[in-house]
Structure formats: structure tokens, C-alpha cells
């Protein structure tokens, strides 16, 4: 149980462009997902937390309007980068928590990641 | 605010030598504390966890115990396998911070050869 997936898991695109990347919680509701960004070689950087139905709540430095988040159901969230630029390349993580067995709502459950290369 | 402090690595090994992986931690309360993997390519695995104070959370033959006198959660595993190179992260979620968020440390690349 507890399986989040990603998709895609690699992605490549043109400068200016959009791109979106889907997170699902497979086996389980999930009630708050978050997403992350990983650099090489680097610890995992949060860059927003999402509840079901509301709207993302974004770390200090992450751009809301480049970085869209939506939460639509409980077994789906949505990272959409606006506009990529190289800079934007990166390995970018979800995770989600929700309502699994007795004491164990607080684990989160991560997907297998997407990297996205911009060129 | 809460902050979690590893090893520096990379830490190299032998198959079957010992391993221990330092974390300690600050945090308000009584956070949950975290043991993820990550294997090359991949997202992130939860190893172990312990939810209190004294808990020994354990897996694949790593554990940890949550040490609040030292704010302590070392990862310990008495042989390493050439399968346990991966990077390790220790975590914490204190659920008095927005949705219970993971704080993670910095990682600790652990590499063993045959």
C-alpha cells in the first residue's frame, strides 16, 4: 500500500514552454500533498504544500505564478512549470499523506520523481 | 525553527561493515523523526520512522531510536549489502508546523564496495 506515482519521469522541453507534471496517490486519499525540487547532489527542497480543494501554500522564494499547483481530487495533483527556462531543469518530487492505517497519517509517501531538462 | 543536522559524507564501506549514519535535531514539541532512501534515479523511500521518545524504528536490518535527551536518530546497520548504496536522508514532521511538513537534512551519500 501507500504508492504514489509520477508522470511523467522525464521530460524534455523547448525554452518557453509549459509543462505539466501529474502526482497521484494510488492506493490511498491523499489530503495533503507537497511538492519538491531536488538539485544534484542536494537535499530536497520544498516548494509548496497542497490540501484537496484549496489553494497551494508556497515557500519563501517560490514563484506562485510560475510554479502552479492544483489539488483537484483526492488522488491527484498537478505541478505545471510556466514558461521553463533552463534554470528551471531540475528533479522535481511529490509526496502525499493521507488517511492510511491507525498512526500512520503522518507519513508522507513519496513518487518516484520527474526530471525535467529544458533546453 | 526545526532543523535536521546528518553526517557530512560520503561515507565508503566494505560489504558487512558496520554503519552508522549520525542525525540529531531541533524541534518544537515532539516531532515524528525519519529515515528515507533514495536510490540512484529514484524518488524517495521511507526507510524507517519512530513517532515517541525511546520508539526503535527498524527495516531491512537498519533501525534507529529516538533519542529526545540527546535529539538523537542515528541509522545503524550491523552488515552493509552492495544494495544499500544510496543516499540517506533523516527527517523530522512536527505537527505543529503547516500540514506536518518534512524538515530533512542535507543526505548522506553511502557508498559500499564488494
Known amino acids: 500500500g501507500a504508492v504514489v506515482s509520477q508522470h511523467p519521469s522525464r521530460v524534455i522541453c523547448k525554452s518557453g514552454t509549459s509543462v505539466k507534471i501529474e502526482c497521484r496517490s494510488l492506493d490511498f486519499q491523499a489530503t495533503t500533498m507537497f511538492w519538491y525540487r531536488q538539485f544534484p547532489k542536494k537535499s530536497l527542497m520544498l516548494m509548496a504544500t497542497s490540501n484537496e480543494g484549496s489553494k497551494a501554500t508556497y515557500e519563501q522564494g517560490v514563484e506562485k505564478d510560475k510554479f502552479l499547483i492544483n489539488h483537484a481530487s483526492l488522488t491527484l495533483s498537478t505541478l505545471t512549470v510556466t514558461s521553463a527556462h533552463p534554470e528551471d531543469s531540475s528533479f522535481y518530487i511529490c509526496?502525499?499523506?493521507?488517511?492510511?492505517?491507525?498512526?500512520?497519517?503522518?507519513?508522507?509517501?513519496f513518487g518516484p520523481g520527474t526530471r525535467l531538462l529544458v533546453l | 525553527g526545526d532543523s535536521v543536522t546528518q553526517m557530512e559524507g560520503p561515507v565508503t564501506l566494505s560489504e558487512e561493515a558496520f554503519l552508522t549514519i549520525n542525525c540529531t535535531y531541533t524541534?518544537?514539541?515532539?516531532?515524528?523523526l525519519f529515515w528515507y532512501v533514495q536510490y540512484p534515479g529514484e524518488g524517495l523511500q521511507l526507510l524507517l520512522k519512530a513517532t515517541k521518545a525511546d520508539d526503535k524504528g527498524s527495516n531491512k536490518g537498519f533501525e534507529a531510536t529516538y533519542r529526545k535527551e540527546t535529539t538523537s536518530f542515528h541509522l545503524e546497520k550491523g552488515s552493509v549489502q552492495v544494495s544499500d548504496s544510496a543516499v540517506y536522508f533523516c527527517?523530522?514532521?512536527?505537527?505543529?508546523?503547516?500540514?506536518?511538513?518534512?524538515?530533512f537534512g542535507q543526505g548522506t551519500i553511502l557508498t559500499v564496495h564488494p
Open positions: 527527517a523530522l514532521s512536527s505537527l505543529g508546523t503547516s500540514y506536518g511538513k518534512l524538515t
Open positions: 509526496s502525499a499523506r493521507g488517511f492510511l492505517v491507525q498512526g500512520a497519517w503522518e507519513t508522507q509517501y
Open positions: 524541534a518544537t514539541g515532539y516531532p515524528s
